[in-house]
């Protein structure tokens, strides 16, 4: 077994931090605990998984898993003895977090707050719930801690007196955020209540997670704060540069809050340091970053997790600690890399069915990485519920509708029954789409088939049935779908504003006030980009561009559409106009890896090979697994004599994607250089051959 | 002390509560559910318990009687009573097809799952009462089988006595089990 490379690790997750607000702030030294923390560690982006919700990622996070393996789909869940729906508890993971492992080891171990927490978990520490920090009821009258919020019970009334009310926060807590906040007509205004709730929640997080750092011996502590989350969804519209529609005076309100946020944030981390101490390694993550610039939307899509549109693809990552680099950035990190950096610091082995790997790069030496099949199969005691309180909750639904269909269990209400229903087709939903992000179109499927087929009029499911069949090389059932879809007119989504704001509302705080306004998608544009995507497979590249640049005259601001028109244009041979759209496409996300990626072919096929080299490295940084990213950045570097380093990229393309024909030719060619590997050499070009054959042999038979 | 007669929907509650009756206990039961082909002699219960999850002070009202508290409702039980259960026990793939039976004649629909996953459900279902009622070890708790009942309705019957530490009627109890009505029912089962 490896020798451990760490004493204690502290793992902090702040809900939606983003690079992109953090940079300005360091730069102006608003956030000095970080800007130190960075100066001594590495940092990067964290790049997020789809669907970008919150409870599944954090799930994955500690459990280096995605979501299908996990069990975790979203919000809500049905509540088997209600027959309504609950938030997503602890019991639905199906797999080991990493506490559990850990208690497993014998670790003294405690996690905070953590997504899908609920009830606290009997680890080898404290557990604090999720549910732990909401003030259900006022503070002049009784404020119970919900049953099952703190492990081990006897610390319940320990930490029951650590929470913060929201009416405990004063105005000399909330002046330095909101200096003019008495200016708030708080009648019509509910924002200030919200700020308050946010504020207190994450107060008492902190307190439960200083007192465990000051009176309790750890190995390791996960904390998760969803602050920057909930003051972004709160208060994002108002931060600067003022939205289109956004009253000036509100802005002048609430526009420090967002930054305040941060700031608030760079305040406890400091806490956190001082009180962990020296030897430790700390990792800070975030799992999704938060659209603040142009890139706001202008609406919420009237659907259940709506809001999640507002999140942006990358968060962050920063650790530090012995044997970690010092003011380096690391790059190509996925939220799922997390759990085995976590294990290989600790000296255990990786779950060969955790879908992350070690972040190596992080490392001053390449860390030994031991491995084994998987944990679950580990026999002890791991602080995980008993297996029989365990119980899918969908079945345990089935199970309490069969009751009621027997007459032994009193119907729950129509709305409770609605509730449970939308929880169990989101779940569906999100558990399709996952499956979509790892490119399992034939599982995902049949379960948009499904959910077209119980839910018609819902765009969103046609949307992606469309995107499953096209996936899968179905272009004449997309097709049809597609134009079915266009028959519907201006969108009627069934989905209701209050279903919508319902399922919502477990992450979002309410909106009080109607600057950011539901509104209903617009199936348009994406009909037009996926019909497009269909006429370019066919080969029409004329009428894809027709559809694409219609889908431009109706949604200019799909990033996706514009990588679409730059490869239409780079099919059509019309380099330039594909760097223009290339180039759109960046200018509406900067850290599209695509995007670079379409750049890095462009000055390929312009033969100016550095500048391709440049974008090509580029792509891969900001999303390590791309495999044509690779396979491009071998190209240009082959081209401009750097060989060896050549020879790495193609290798890592071919790794990601052993069909690439193009990158065995590359290998087979560089390995017969002077100095190269023949028997590499005829491996590669037998496998060029080989595959070359058989796509010859399956293009003759179709 | 309270006593309930528990286990899933068509475990052979209903029969249950019908030996107690005959056996002298007091039973807490409004009747409101009418016999029918599924249970001929009628179903023992009290409407008023499907609110135990919204009411539970209302299993205050059987004290010192026996009523019936399905499984799914025993989550619900208040804490600072004193409950004695008698949990009823048949194979999954019998109650499954017994369910799917009553749910035809009643017109609602079930589950939507498969007989197979719905056994799993109910497995799951099962294990998790089990789960509960060993972290309740103040509850007493007598299991009992459902074809054990019908094969030998007096020794059962004895077991009953034990257990409510109480002197029954154990020939008028072995006698509510009629034999070719649930012989009959189980072979269809």
New interface residues.
């Given amino acids: 077994m490896p020798e451990p490379l760490a004493k204690k690790v502290l793992l902090i997750g702040w809900d939606a931090a983003d690079w992109k607000l953090i940079n300005p702030l360091l730069d102006q030294g608003l956030m000095p605990t970080l800007d130190d923390f960075v100066n001594h560690g590495v940092m990067g982006n964290l790049a997020t998984l789809r669907p970008i919700l919150s409870p599944m990622l954090w799930n994955s996070i500690a459990t280096g898993k995605r979501p299908d393996k996990h069990g975790i789909l979203g919000f809500m869940e049905p509540d088997?003895?209600?027959g309504g729906v609950r938030p997503t508890t602890s019991t639905s993971r199906k797999v080991k977090a990493i506490w559990n492992i850990l208690t497993q080891r014998g670790y003294k171990t405690h996690a905070l707050g953590w997504f899908a927490g609920h009830p606290a978990e009997p680890i080898n520490g404290i557990s604090v719930s999720d549910l732990f920090p909401y003030a259900i009821g006022p503070l002049e009258k009784e404020w119970p801690l919900p049953l099952g919020a703190v492990h081990p019970e006897s610390m319940r009334e320990t930490f029951a007196e650590l929470r913060m009310h929201p009416a405990e926060v004063t105005e000399a807590a909330i002046l330095p955020w909101i200096p003019r906040a008495a200016e708030i007509d708080q009648e019509k205004d509910k924002s200030l209540q919200s700020f308050a709730k946010i504020l207190a929640e994450n107060c008492s997080i902190h307190n439960a997670a200083t007192w465990i750092l000051r009176h309790e011996p750890w190995d390791f502590m996960a904390v998760y704060y969803n602050g920057i989350d909930h003051f972004c969804h709160g208060f994002m519209h108002f931060h600067p540069p003022r939205m289109e529609g956004i009253p000036e005076e509100k802005f002048e309100i609430y526009k420090d809050v967002v930054n305040g946020a941060y700031r608030f944030h760079d305040m406890m981390l400091q806490t956190l340091l001082e009180l962990a101490g020296p030897d430790v390694t700390v990792i800070l993550v975030s799992d999704h970053g938060f659209h603040s610039d142009h890139l706001r939307p202008r609406g919420i899509p009237m659907e259940p997790a709506g809001p999640a549109v507002q999140h942006r693809q990358f968060g962050i990552v920063c650790m530090q600690g012995a044997h970690i680099k010092q003011d380096e950035r690391i790059y190509g990190a996925t939220l799922l890399d997390v759990m085995p950096t976590i294990l290989t610091l600790f000296g255990l082995p990786v779950g060969e069915d955790m879908d992350g790997r070690v972040l190596v790069q992080a490392f001053e030496e390449p860390p030994t990485i031991a491995r084994i099949p998987s944990w679950e199969n580990e026999v002890g005691n791991c602080g995980m519920h008993?297996?029989?309180?365990r119980?899918?909750p969908a079945?345990?639904q089935?199970?309490?509708?069969?009751?009621?269909?027997?007459?032994?269990?009193?119907p729950p209400s129509e709305d409770q029954a609605r509730a449970a229903e939308v929880a169990v087709r989101e779940q569906q939903y999100n558990l399709a789409r996952v499956y979509l992000d790892s490119r399992r179109y034939s599982e995902a499927l049949p379960i948009f088939e499904e959910l077209k087929k119980k839910w018609p009029d819902q765009p969103r499911f046609v949307q992606h049935l469309a995107q499953s069949y096209l996936a899968l090389g179905r272009r004449s059932e997309a097709k049809a779908l597609l134009e079915q879809l266009l028959t519907f007119g201006p969108m009627a989504p069934s989905s209701s504003r209050q279903e919508a704001e319902g399922e919502a509302s477990a992450e979002v705080p309410a909106k009080q006030d109607s600057d950011v306004s539901l509104k209903e998608p617009k199936p348009r544009p994406w009909t037009d980009l996926l019909m497009g995507i269909i006429h370019f497979e066919e080969g029409d590249m004329e009428a894809a561009l027709a559809c694409l640049l219609k889908a431009e005259q109706s949604d200019p601001h799909m990033p996706d559409l514009h990588l679409r028109i730059g490869e239409t244009y780079l099919r059509q041979k019309r380099t330039e106009d594909a760097a223009r759209a290339f180039r759109r496409a960046l200018d509406i996300d900067g850290d599209s890896a695509e995007a670079h990626l379409g750049l890095a072919v462009v000055r390929l096929r312009q033969r100016r090979n550095e500048e391709a080299a440049e974008q090509a490295l580029l792509a891969v940084g900001l999303q390590h697994f791309l495999p044509l990213g690779h396979f491009h950045l071998g190209v240009s570097l082959a081209r401009l004599g750097h060989l060896d380093r050549a020879v790495l990229a193609f290798e890592t393309s071919v790794g990601m994607l052993p069909g690439l024909l193009a990158g065995h030719r590359w290998l087979a060619a560089l390995y017969t250089q002077p100095g190269g590997d023949l028997e590499k050499a005829a491996r590669h070009r037998s496998i060029y051959l080989q595959m070359r054959h058989q796509r010859q042999a399956k293009t003759r038979a179709a | 002390m309270i006593t309930i007669v528990s286990g899933l929907?068509?475990s052979g509650t209903s029969l249950m509560m019908q030996m107690l009756a005959a056996g002298g206990i007091p039973i807490l039961s409004d009747g409101e559910?009418a016999a029918d082909a599924d249970n001929p002699r009628g179903y023992w219960e009290w409407e008023r318990i499907?609110?135990l999850?919204?009411e539970p002070d209302c299993i205050d009202e059987a004290e010192g009687k026996a009523l019936k508290v399905?499984s799914?409702?025993l989550?619900?039980l208040p804490a600072g009573r004193s409950y004695q259960i008698i949990f009823m026990e048949r194979p999954l793939s019998e109650v499954v097809t017994s369910?799917a039976e009553?749910?035809r004649r009643?017109g609602?629909?079930?589950?939507?799952?498969s007989a197979a996953?719905?056994v799993?459900?109910?497995q799951?279902?099962l294990?998790?009462v089990?789960?509960w009622l060993q972290r309740r070890p103040d509850i007493l708790l007598c299991r009992l089988e459902y074809h054990q009942v019908l094969r030998d309705p007096r020794c059962v019957s004895e077991t009953v006595q034990r257990f409510l530490q109480g002197t029954l009627d154990l020939e008028s109890m072995a006698r509510q089990v009629d034999q070719s009505l649930y012989r009959c029912r189980t072979q269809t089962a």
């Fill in positions: 088997p003895q209600t008993p297996a029989d309180l119980m899918d079945a345990a089935a199970v309490l509708q069969q009751f009621v269909a027997l007459g032994y269990i009193q | 929907p068509r559910r499907k609110r999850p919204q399905i799914q409702l989550f619900a369910q009553m749910i009643r609602t629909s079930g589950a939507a799952l996953a719905l799993a459900g109910l799951a279902h294990s998790q089990n789960a």
